[in-house]
């Protein structure tokens, strides 16, 4: 017998038939799953009748994991009461497989015999006598209830000399490796057909009458036509004539479309609606010696070809169903995932199976006519309606070259416009299923595994907090601090900045000025409709500007109104033609600090200042009676002028970076990165090229945005360090935050791509106000920077692998997925005073 080769096996056979044997002979140990055997899993006792159901249920969920992962099956019970098999056929339909039956038909006597001398099995004639009954009510309906194979094994000696054999499914074509040409719906388009097989580099081959009737490529490529040869066009039967030669003679593939499934049972004499241009190919064939029937039975719905790397099919075809064979895999194939709706041109309103297709292989489609092919998801559909006067194209596997010749007329007026084959979803295909759980992610720093608690963390934020997540292209990475300092003093120096890069070997480092307000990353686009063609946002808005961890920065109102400016600058900069973009990805700093940290500063640092204003005038007050009193609290008296000192430095400090706005009125934008534009990720390229056209934005509108001051030196080069040293000890005297090291060139994704040096003035603010004290500074010397100095460098490795993918134009779940991973990370305890 043959059976094909994913298939679930039920064997049908009273106790002692030699099921288990028969078994055991034929299959691998690991394909076979018998309820014996489950109930020793669940019971400890083979035998034991009462844990059937838990048995059962084991061996369901086992057989439901291999089916799906496309594993032949065998389920080794009696399988004699019709429940029973109802169950089985039922995985195998859930699994899109073929259930087969192999029944043991031995005689009763025979097994009772058997039984009799088995150890194992101690129950009485009466129970094979109830099998044997069941078995034989059972044996004509095996058919009827579902499985597509009944063999039947009329005793010992069939069963002893039985062998199987496995027979490929019709659409495993798997060994076929091409190269192909994929040929999208032709609708009876003969002409537009041989001009495309010409371009494509095929000789046509013509009858006595000169008409083709075959088409070969010199080199052995393989065309593959996706489906609807027929219907509407001027010659129907000329295009069947030609790819049925074409067939024949194995130089080219085709699967059914819906158009032949219907044609096939007109033409046998089904009562089938007559339309959609039918009529025309009905009448073309009437005038023709040709008989397309045997051909039409014989195609396949989906073809699996190239090791699995390439699947064609009419309507396209969902991952789940690739390979498998099912009433409903042909229906999806033939007619697309359907929701039963029609669109107001009476049309069936789609599923985008596509924009949700995650799968490897490449599934190439055809069947909704469409004015461009676009790639979704490693799927694309070649229908450009050539018999509505479109083009007929062609899909070059695996270059993935596309190849049209346009349709000599209009041959059939469309119901509608040609619209996308892929509805634009409100959600670009967005699915919780890529960000959920434990994942490992592939980045240029290597691959960046997110742990799924803090994946649920981000989730949180993301779907409370953020903006629309299809703007959500890229987020900052945490930036490590210098090594700690040796020197006397300090916990930051340059020294260490500096010779943390020299260590890296990184030739040329630029120093920064550290901006103290907020980190903001703006989506500029250059209109509503830029935004909507590159970020699928069509709620009117031209762009956003959202915090480090994605939420919207500003109120909708002011957001707009910043991007405004932003817009106009980079406007009468001339940057979108400059960067050939209509739209621009900033990174930036927003300033001031207040603008969006005003209730931290009020309860976090204003708190701290008004409670030490208040108490230690007090404790001063008090040494001061005590000291009149003639007691020696000298050293108290120090410590706590000391204190208050400390304390007016910190108040100094955080007020510096605050200063009152009034909506936009003060709020000035440092951008240091123009991080993308276009087909362009600009993260690798050097600072100089960043700053130089920040530096354009300061000019189109100094009271906007601000430049950011900065020093480019050798890390090694003592002068250079003594330079730095000097320049950091300045802007920190005169209230900066610090300074921001980073390789002035690219410096590869192994290397930090920040590092800070924050200004012994303003570490009051994250240390407390006497953290400078001896003893103080010698505990937060021992911090530990390994764990931010990771999180950096996975953080910036996910940002680098989100922009690469957004300038391949990649799927946007796939970004997505990368933003959302440096999210996740974000969740991981670190110090934050680092
Ligand atoms: N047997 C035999 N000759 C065969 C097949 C089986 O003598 N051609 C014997 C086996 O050695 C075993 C007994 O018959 O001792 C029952 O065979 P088994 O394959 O275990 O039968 P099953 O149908 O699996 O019985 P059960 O439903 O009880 O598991
Ligand atoms: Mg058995």
Request: hydrophobic share 45%; glycine share 8%.
């Amino acid at each position: 017998m043959k059976i094909p080769e994913l298939c679930l096996v039920a064997l049908v056979g009273v106790s002692g038939s030699g099921k288990s044997t028969f078994a055991r002979k034929h299959f691998l140990p690991t394909q076979v799953l018998s309820s014996d055997a489950f109930r020793a899993l669940v019971a400890d006792d083979e035998n034991d009748q009462s844990a059937s159901a838990d048995a059962f249920a084991a061996l369901h969920f086992v057989a439901g994991k291999r089916l799906a992962a496309g594993r032949l099956t065998v389920v080794d019970a009696t399988n004699v009461q019709p429940h029973a098999r109802q169950a089985l056929v039922a995985l195998a339909r859930e699994h899109d497989v073929l259930p087969v039956a192999i029944v043991l038909d031995v005689p009763e006597d025979e097994c009772w015999a058997r039984t009799q001398a088995r150890p194992d099995r101690d129950f009485g004639r009466q129970v094979i006598s109830r099998q044997q009954r069941d078995l034989r009510r059972s044996l004509k309906h095996l058919g009827r209830e579902g499985f597509r194979q009944v063999h039947v094994l009329h005793g010992v000696n069939e069963i002893n000399t039985a062998e199987i054999g496995y027979e490929k499914l019709f659409n495993d074509k798997r060994e076929l490796t091409g190269p192909f040409d994929v040929i999208g719906d032709v609708h009876g388009c003969r002409a537009e057909l041989e001009l495309l097989l010409d371009r494509l580099g095929y000789t046509l081959t013509r009858d006595a009458a000169g008409r083709p009737v075959d088409a070969a490529h010199p080199e052995g490529r393989t065309a593959v036509f996706v489906g609807d040869l027929v219907d509407r066009g001027p010659d129907s039967p000329g295009v069947l004539r030609l790819v049925m030669g074409m067939v024949a003679a194995g130089h080219a593939l085709c699967v059914s479309g819906n158009h032949e499934a219907k044609l096939l049972r007109k033409l046998r004499g089904a009562n089938v609606q007559v339309a959609h241009g039918l009529q025309e190919t009905l009448d073309q064939l009437a005038g023709s010696d040709l008989d397309p029937t045997p051909f039409l039975d014989g195609l396949i719905s989906h073809y699996v070809l190239d090791g699995g790397r390439l699947v064609v099919a009419h309507a396209g075809l969902k991952e789940a169903y690739h390979g498998r064979a099912s009433g409903r895999v042909r229906a999806f194939a033939l007619y697309g995932d359907t929701t039963g709706e029609t669109d107001e041109y009476g049309l069936p309103v789609r599923y985008p199976w596509a924009t949700e297709y995650r799968g490897k292989a490449m599934v190439v489609y055809g069947h909704t006519p469409t004015p461009t092919p676009e790639w979704v998801n490693n799927t694309i559909c070649i229908d450009t309606g050539c018999v509505f006067g479109g083009a007929l194209t062609a899909l070059r596997y695996p270059s993935r070259e596309l190849v049209s010749v346009p349709a000599l007329a209009e041959h059939y007026a469309p119901v509608r416009p040609l619209v996308s084959a892929v509805p634009a979803g409100d959600d670009a295909g967005l699915n919780l299923a890529d960000v959920t759980g434990r994942r490992s992610l592939e980045t240029p720093a290597g691959r960046v595994t997110v742990a799924a608690e803090n994946a649920a963390a981000a989730l949180e934020v993301m779907s409370r907090f953020a903006v629309d997540p299809r703007w959500l292209v890229w987020l900052p990475p945490t930036m490590a601090p210098s090594s700690t300092s040796t020197q006397e003093g300090y916990l930051e120096h340059p020294v260490e900045a500096l010779g943390d890069y020299a260590k890296a070997g990184v030739p040329r480092v630029v120093c920064q000025e550290k901006h103290m307000g907020s980190r903001a990353v703006l989506v500029v686009c250059r209109d509503e409709d830029a935004a909507a063609r590159r970020f699928g946002v069509d709620t009117g808005a031209a762009g956003t500007i959202y915090t480090r961890t994605g939420r919207p920065f500003f109120p909708d109102a002011m957001n707009t109104a910043l991007l405004d400016g932003v817009r106009k600058a980079v406007g009468a900069a001339g940057l979108w033609d400059e960067l050939g973009s209509d739209w621009l990805l900033l990174d930036a700093e927003v300033l001031p600090w207040s603008a969006k940290a005003e209730p931290l500063i009020r309860e976090q640092y204003a708190s701290v200042a008004a409670a030490a204003g208040a108490a230690l005038p007090a404790v001063r007050a008090a040494l001061a009676r005590a000291a009149g009193r003639g007691l020696d609290v000298a050293a108290l008296e120090a410590r706590f002028a000391e204190r208050a000192g400390s304390v007016a430095a910190f108040t100094d400090v955080y007020r510096r970076y605050c200063w009152p706005t009034d909506g936009l009125a003060g709020v000035r934008l440092a951008p240091f990165h123009v991080l993308a534009s276009a087909g362009a990720s600009h993260a690798r390229r050097g600072h100089e090229w960043h700053l130089a056209l920040v530096d354009r934005l300061v000019t189109a509108d100094p009271e906007l945005f601000t430049t950011t001051r900065r020093l480019v030196v050798d890390p090694s080069a003592p002068d250079d360090v003594a330079t730095a040293t000097r320049w950091w000890l300045e802007l920190t005297a005169s209230g900066g935050e610090g300074m921001v090291v980073k390789p002035a060139e690219d410096a590869g994704p192994r290397v930090q791509p920040a590092i800070k040096c924050r200004g012994r003035e303003y570490l009051r603010i994250i240390y407390g106000p006497s953290y400078t004290e001896p003893d103080r500074l010698a505990t937060l010397r021992n911090r530990n920077l390994g764990r931010k100095r990771g999180l950096a460098l996975r953080e910036q490795g996910l940002g680098l692998a989100a922009l690469d993918l957004l300038a391949e134009g990649a799927a946007a779940w796939r970004v997505h997925q990368l933003v959302f991973a440096v999210l996740a990370c974000e969740s991981e305890p670190v110090d934050p005073r680092l």
